[in-house]
T-cell receptor, first 111, second 115 residues
Framework: QKEVEQNSGPLSVPEGAIASLNCTYS??????FFWYRQYSGKSPELIMSIYSNGDKEDGRFTAQLNKASQYVSLLIRDSQPSDSATYLC???????????FGDGTTLTVKP | DTEVTQTPKHLVMGMTNKKSLKCEQH?????MYWYKQKAKKPPELMFV???????INESVPSRFSPECPNSSLLNLHLHALQPEDSALYLC??????????????FGPGTRLTVL
């Protein structure tokens, strides 16, 4: 079992729809969770970080964390073609000094 | 300002060449990282520096040699690379790696091609 797993893509949604990206992790000691967006040929860009159970909203993005289920998700409301990218879930262990990344989910938003 | 800069943007080198990648940040971050990313794969951690000291080496071949001259600079020296080392090399920095909420910010990367 991989330490961090993301729902297999690619994921395609129409413009204006809600895109839902999911991530599960295996280590219950995981403390911090991050979503990065990566456009083709570019570097990862931090979108959201979440540390506590529940929802965290930032504009059109909502991160949801459920530590009991070892599950973190990212919702993108009113999806735009510019949201088309690969989304990476990253997890930090307590004092581990490094992030473990999932394989990423590629999202395509069709006009 | 959450900017990490990397030079060069692109590098083509032969297997006998010696070259260096450079990374710089002026955010006062005390941890810096090198990652390697192949196409359609996630970033793969290579090295971590904390307070200018190497703290993690993920069993990287010795043809890759990191250096942290000061808290703002991170270099990756390359020698006798193989074609399979061609990848996007990413630098990242964070405030303090021992905090679980520590957030990494990535530079734009150097696209390396080994001929």
């Amino acid at each position: 079992q991989k330490e961090v797993e993301q729902n297999s893509g690619p994921l395609s949604v129409p413009e204006g729809a809600i895109a839902s990206l999911n991530c599960t992790y295996s280590d219950r000691g995981s403390q911090s969770f991050f979503w990065y967006r990566q456009y083709s040929g570019k570097s990862p860009e931090l979108i959201m970080s979440i540390y506590s159970n529940g929802d965290k909203e930032d504009g059109r993005f909502t991160a949801q964390l459920n530590k009991a289920s070892q599950y973190v998700s990212l919702l993108i409301r009113d999806s735009q073609p510019s949201d088309s990218a690969t989304y990476l879930c990253a997890v930090n262990l307590d004092n581990a000094g490094k992030s473990t990344f999932g394989d990423g989910t590629t999202l395509t938003v069709k006009p | 300002d959450t900017e990490v800069t990397q030079t060069p943007k692109h590098l083509v080198m032969g297997m006998t060449n010696k070259k260096s990648l450079k990374c710089e940040q002026h955010m006062g971050h005390r941890a810096m990282y090198w990652y390697k990313q192949k196409a359609k794969k996630p970033p793969e951690l290579m090295f971590v520096y904390s307070y200018e000291k190497l703290s993690i080496n993920e069993s990287v071949p010795s043809r890759f040699s990191p250096e942290c001259p000061n808290s703002s600079l991170l270099n990756l020296h390359l020698h006798a690379l193989q074609p399979e080392d061609s990848a996007l090399y990413l630098c990242a920095s964070s405030q303090e790696r021992t905090e679980p909420t520590d957030t990494q910010y990535f530079g734009p990367g150097t696209r390396l091609t080994v001929l």
